[in-house]
């Protein structure tokens, strides 16, 4: 049987190596066959999206749902997945019903692709292809995350990434493109909420230092401090 100019024992066998040639601890393709959780997960998905597509929605919702006691793994039979995914470890993994996830990606455990809430129709993300997304992190809402990207443990990514680039922190801001710090790290337009609130606060209190300062010149805080002078 063949799909696509391959047969199932071929796109197995492609499977298998794209783990071989990214996890320095596989010993064997039969290892990976019979122990990675993360390989069952896809394999199970592989089967619930084909029920799916052929609307028997039931069965492919029962198969993912197996998947998911069984390998502690949640991939809704509806996702868009390429070749080459390798969910490392995998526990706690979510990827949503329209999330879109393209060839030889890397996600490790607790990765969440998911939704805000407040959005309809595609509600998850789409990664593209060869993107690594680390542990914790969750990436929320139907925007892209570029080919090539990645994505640092524990990042919350609540808008899109750049190819080629690298996002960090919560909410998630790209701090390297192409392997060099960008000019700005504001490119995603994603504000870092503790760093806005220190500015403000800061400049709250040169207003009022500057104000006791003309109302009472006599004042300790004002025989020369910088704050005073501004």
């Known amino acids: 049987m063949r ?22 601890a596989a010993r064997s393709r039969l290892e990976v066959y019979f122990l ?3 390989f069952k997960a896809v394999r199970s998905y592989r089967r ?8 028997h929605k039931f069965i492919a ?13 949640e991939i809704h039979p509806g996702a868009t997945i390429g070749k080459g995914l390798f969910i490392d470890h995998g526990m706690g993994v979510v990827i949503g019903e329209t999330a879109e996830i393209g060839d030889n990606c890397t996600i490790y455990q607790c990765v969440t692709l998911g939704g805000t809430g407040k959005d309809h129709g595609k509600r998850h993300p789409t990664l593209g292809n060869n993107v690594m997304v680390g542990s914790g992190a969750k990436i929320l809402g139907p925007f892209t995350v570029g080919d090539n990207a990645r994505v640092a443990a524990g990042a919350v990514v609540l808008d899109e990434v750049p190819p080629n680039s ?3 922190g919560v909410p998630a801001r790209v701090v390297r493109v192409n392997g060099q710090k960008p000019s700005s ?8 909420p503790v760093a806005l609130e220190l500015c403000r606060l800061n400049a709250e209190y040169d207003k009022l230092v500057k104000r006791m300062c003309d109302l009472h010149p006599e004042l300790r805080l004002c025989s020369g401090g910088e704050s005073a002078n501004k």
Do not use: C
């Open 36 to 38: 990675y959780s993360g």
């Open 185 to 192: 790290l504001d490119q995603i337009h994603v504000g870092d």
């Open 3 to 24: 799909k696509g100019g391959l047969s199932v024992f071929d796109r197995l066998k492609e499977e298998l190596d794209s783990i071989m040639e990214r996890d320095p």
């Open 166 to 168: 690298t996002a960090v």
């Open 48 to 55: 619930a999206n084909w029920f799916y597509r052929h609307n």
């Open 61 to 73: 919702r029962w198969i993912s749902q197996r998947a998911r006691r069984r390998t502690g793994i």
